[in-house]
């Protein structure tokens, strides 16, 4: 199953409005109104590659956490698809006056939240994401000691396969602790 469909199956993506539908589909006028709402200083932002270790796990018990569906504190959790450069990103928007709690949670799914945004070297040149720099927009990697450094792609993808497993379990769990309540 796609890391994609995965998601929308579990519910973790959520669209309010079609404003937002715009940004997974990363129009030239949706990275317009993304920036915007960046602009705003209201949130933070991190942009995360979406193949990368911890960061599905990361999104997934954030929002479940901290901003529980079906609750109004999860109107504040926004998460966006996006493409950039032929690789997939997502974009989380957190309220910023939570970036303790999120820092804290992203070291607890083996991340850290880094200064700066993706850059992407390739034969043709570097090419920095869209957003351009902002004061309240970061990246997500893994931290140092993370196995993700030094493995190969086989094993890369092993690491990815259990995350998924285990965020599997998690939704399940979740969703039946919704249901029984």
């Known amino acids: 199953m796609d890391l994609m469909d995965f998601l929308k199956k579990h519910g973790i993506i959520e669209i309010a409005d079609a404003e937002e539908q715009e940004f997974r589909h990363a129009k030239p006028s949706s990275w317009e109104a993304l920036i915007a709402l960046i602009r705003t200083e209201k949130w933070l932002a991190l942009v995360a590659g979406q193949y990368r270790p911890g ?3 990361f999104s997934t018990t954030l929002e479940y956490t901290h901003y529980k569906p079906e609750t109004p504190r999860n109107s504040l959790f926004k998460m966006f698809c996006c493409m950039f450069d032929d690789l997939p990103y997502f ?5 910023w006056e939570d970036k303790a709690l999120v820092t804290e949670h ?3 799914c083996g991340l850290r939240i880094a200064n700066g945004i993706p850059l992407v070297i390739s034969s043709e040149g570097s090419k920095f994401f869209p957003t351009g720099d902002h ?7 893994n931290l140092p000691d993370s ?3 030094g493995s ?3 094993q890369i993808e092993k690491l990815l396969e259990d995350e998924r497993q285990l965020v599997n379990i998690y ?4 969703h039946q602790k919704r249901k029984n309540s």
């Not at 974009?91 to 309220?95: I, R, W, Y």
């Open 171 to 174: 939704l399940e769990r979740q």
């Open 152 to 154: 190969m792609p086989d």
């Open 135 to 141: 004061p309240h927009l970061f990246s997500l990697e």
């Open 147 to 149: 196995p993700v450094y």
């Open 106 to 108: 992203a070291a607890a």
């Open 55 to 57: 960061v599905m796990q």
């Open 91 to 95: 974009v989380f928007l957190t309220p």
